[in-house]
């Protein structure tokens, strides 16, 4: 499996290259806003770098989304926990005690 992740790493590395090379004399000026940039940088290089903010951005957003996926994870844990805990202590009244005090005659009533 780990050579078939490599191959496709050389693969990818080598199809960035030839990108970039293809690309090297094509500049562009990059404009936001009243910002512009004054030496038109490379395609390439323009590529990258949104493509690194693109990924920054999701990197976020994951975190953020198992930040919140923890806490809900968390939560359901002490709710099962509590009712394991309450299974267990049902469990372990007898029946013959839960019925016997339910018809037994309530006897300091009568010795007074």
């Not at 990924?55 to 198992?66: A, C, D, K, N």
Request: proline share 4%; hydrophobic share 50%; glycine share 4%.
């Amino acid at each position: 499996m780990w050579i078939i992740k490599w191959i496709l790493i050389v693969i990818s590395v080598i199809l960035l290259i030839g990108f970039a090379m293809q690309n090297a004399d094509i500049s562009v000026p990059i404009n936001f806003y009243k910002w512009t940039t004054d030496p038109e940088l490379p395609l390439w290089l323009v590529m990258y770098l949104s493509f690194i903010a693109g990924m920054i951005f999701w990197l976020g957003v994951s975190i953020y989304q198992v930040l919140s996926l923890k806490g809900e994870n968390r939560k359901a844990h002490k709710k099962m926990k509590s009712l394991e805990d309450e299974l267990n202590r049902l469990r372990n009244v007898s029946v013959e005690d839960a019925v016997l005090a339910d018809s037994a005659p309530d006897t300091s009533k009568e010795s007074r």
